[in-house]
């Protein structure tokens, strides 16, 4: 059973800073694209950061310059380093990993979220 542990929300200032990590377990081939989303109240789940296993990365245009997305692929974690940050980052933060199965079937899995408040 794969499960997806994230850990590192909490309530900050503005301007602040904050690290998400993000721990996936359980039996599977391989680990493709991972990445982290956030929803605000009231607002549709939106893409934060992703990143493939070579390293590639993709980022919101409202977060370019201040998160740094990262993972680890011997220790099957994924990381967002939040920067500079502002309330309008305020939201549940969930990691997403895109897995491979033993049986070859490619399936999205996510995190039950994290929240991070920013206070202005």
């Known amino acids: 059973q794969v499960q997806l542990v994230e850990s590192g929300g909490g309530l900050v200032q503005a301007g602040g800073s904050l690290r998400l990590s993000c721990a996936v377990s359980?039996?599977?081939?391989?680990?493709?694209?991972m990445g982290w989303y956030r929803q605000a109240p009231g607002k549709q789940r939106e893409l934060v950061a992703t990143?493939?296993?070579?390293?590639?990365?993709n980022y919101a245009d409202s977060v370019k310059g201040r998160f740094t997305i990262s993972r680890d692929n011997a220790k099957n974690t994924v990381s967002l380093q939040m920067n500079s940050l502002k309330p309008e980052d305020t939201a549940v933060y969930y990691c997403?990993?895109?897995?491979?199965?033993?049986?070859?079937?490619?399936?999205?899995?996510w995190g039950k979220g994290t929240l991070v408040t920013v206070s202005s």
């Open positions: 997403n990993a895109g897995l491979t199965t033993n049986n070859d079937y490619r399936i999205d899995y």
């Open positions: 990143i493939i296993g070579g390293g590639s990365t």
């Open positions: 359980g039996s599977f081939f391989s680990i493709n694209a």
